[in-house]
């Protein structure tokens, strides 16, 4: 992501309801620099019915699943949030809102999604 706010849309394999999501960035203590890892995000969830064409056209249109603010300082590189919306959801966005400091990107290492099928 160029900047340090930013979009990514992905589509799960299978419809479901979201429990939880994860986010993990490069453990600080083997990079130079974590100010590219993401400080405040939200998970966007995309209802079944909703189109390719308009998440494409506005991925922010939808539930707010999770929010949440990444540490660079906390003890594992994964961190864990607890979603706040039902669904079910075919796809959703990560929104990142800020990160720790670079000018330039923000990096992202994992996404994981947790849900009940559908």
Known sequence: MAGHEGFLTVQLAAPVTIT?????HVPQSV???PRSAPRTFRIIG???????QQIA???????VVAEGMYSITAPR??????ATSSGPYWAVTLEVLSNHGSPNFTCIYKLGVAGEPV
Request: aromatic share 4%.
């Open 20 to 24: 939880a999501v994860s986010l993990e």
């Open 31 to 33: 990079t130079d620099d």
């Open 46 to 52: 995309h209802r079944l019915g909703t189109s390719a």
């Open 57 to 63: 056209a506005d991925p922010t249109h939808g539930d």
């Open 77 to 82: 590189a994964r961190q864990h949030y607890t």
